[in-house]
């Protein structure tokens, strides 16, 4: 019944008692609304919360009465199509940011240090700088587009080596109840001889030390390949109370060979269900 009304969404429950069809209806997102009810019977009764009781007759097979958002209603007699299992609006995107920084890497940058960009030397020990042969870099010499590139290489496997672009707790929307945060990486890559446990991107949720709480990997990739375009995501429902980041890792962990790094682009986008309180009554 979700596409009923004029104003808002209704949900509806239905009840068979005895020889009698009763279905409830609320609705949501809208303080009033005129519904309109297809039904093969002459009339539908309407009986409130309170007991009141009115008969409304059927014009050309359709009722219409205003509702209120406050004010549940009880509707005796046969609604058609029937209602069916529950059905709910499409989350909307109500607030969408860009949060990368230095993504096309077209900035300055010395070895292991990329501007924008820590570089993780080893992310179980919880260790930076780099070690074990490790390096990160900018390339002029390979780029998806633009003048250059990210570059990490690696000569023998030891660490969870990568780079982490850490983006602050208060930096993103908080989501609420009936809200999810997602937050979606898209960038080119490119590999050459990689072996080991390989390369992905990780999603990760950190205490305001840098330890990880949790974390979300993409797919790992081995073996040399040109430029191609990639993406991950992550839904956030809510934040634990000890988290001070959330940040996107480009990792060559305990791998050897090349990975190229081009064009990242993160956003974070709050989605909403509308009429999410409703679910509270589900």
């Not at 809208?30 to 007759?57: C, H, N, Q, S, Y």
């Not at 029937?82 to 993504?103: F, K, M, R, S």
């Not at 990639?230 to 480009?250: K, M, Q």
Request: include cysteine; proline fraction near 7%; aromatic fraction near 8%.
């Amino acid at each position: 019944m979700v596409h009923r009304a004029d104003n808002g969404w209704l949900n509806c429950w239905a009840f068979d008692a005895a020889d009698r069809r009763i279905n409830l209806v609320v609705l949501n997102d809208a303080d009033k609304a005129e519904v309109v009810f297809d039904t093969p019977d002459p009339e539908l009764r309407l009986i409130d919360p309170m007991g009141r009781e009115r008969t409304i007759a059927a014009r050309a097979g359709k009722v219409k009465f205003p509702l209120e958002r406050s004010l549940p209603l009880f509707v005796e007699g046969r609604v058609t199509p029937d209602p069916g299992p529950p059905e709910y609006p499409e989350p909307v995107a109500v607030q969408t940011l860009n949060l990368t920084v230095n993504g096309g890497f077209e900035a300055p940058a010395a070895v292991n240090r990329i501007p924008g960009w820590k570089v993780i030397a080893d992310e179980t020990r919880g260790k930076s700088g780099a070690t074990g042969g490790f390096c990160v870099t900018a390339d002029a010499g390979e780029s998806a587009t633009g003048r250059q590139s990210l570059k990490m290489s690696a000569t023998r496997k030891t660490g969870w080596y990568g780079v982490m672009l850490d983006i602050p707790a208060e930096k993103l929307p908080k989501p609420g109840f009936g809200e999810s945060l997602e937050l979606t990486v898209r960038y080119r890559v490119r590999t050459a001889d990689v072996q080991g446990t390989g390369t992905a991107v990780t999603i990760s949720q950190r205490e305001r030390n840098g330890r990880r709480i949790a974390w979300h990997d993409s797919a790992f990739e081995w073996g040399s390949f040109g430029w191609e375009t990639r993406s991950h995501h992550v839904a956030f429902d809510r934040f634990p109370p000890e988290l001070g980041s959330v940040s996107v890792e480009f990792y060559l962990g305990r791998a050897t060979g090349t990975v190229w790094i081009d064009d990242v682009e993160v956003t974070a986008t709050l989605w909403r269900l509308p009429g999410a309180d409703t679910r509270r009554v589900n």
